[in-house]
Nanobody, 130 residues
Framework: VQLQASGGGLVQPGDSLRLSCATS????????VAWFRQAPGMEREGISC????????VYSDPMKGRFTISRDNAKNTVYLQMDSLKPEDTAVYYC????????????????????????WGQGTQVTVSS
């Protein structure tokens, strides 16, 4: 099973990027999907997530107001819109999916790095530099 994270690149401070998490192996609407990032020498950090049912979203405090997560079930894709990027946003960004449909978790999601996610993407590099 593959999750394809894409959309990263080299941008300047203040720029925007939209990351995509897509798959042809899963029906993504059955999954809560989360975005994480990991900078060199740092632990993996949860950024945002979206539930499978009702699209309920969660953001880590530093990302509130700058990042927006969304999903397009018709395209089987989850997006992370990142605005007002800062150099400290430089990291490899990963998406992860947790099967929640039909469970008590179908209207929840988590950005905790706690091994609850069933599948991970390969990561996409985001570099913010002037």
């Amino acid at each position: 099973v593959q999750l394809q994270a894409s959309g990263g690149g080299l941008v300047q401070p203040g720029d925007s990027l939209r990351l995509s998490c897509a798959t042809s192996d899963l029906i993504l609407k059955y999954y809560a999907v989360a975005w994480f990032r990991q900078a060199p020498g740092m632990e993996r950090e949860g950024i945002s997530c979206i539930s499978g049912v009702d699209g309920i979203t969660v953001y880590s405090d530093p990302m509130k107001g700058r990042f927006t997560i969304s999903r397009d079930n018709a395209k089987n894709t989850v997006y992370l819109q990142m605005d007002s990027l800062k150099p400290e946003d430089t990291a490899v960004y990963y998406c992860a999916a947790e099967l929640t449909m039909g469970t008590e978790k179908e209207r929840t999601c988590t950005i905790d790095f706690d091994f609850s996610h069933d599948f991970w993407g390969q990561g996409t590099q985001v570099t913010v530099s002037s």
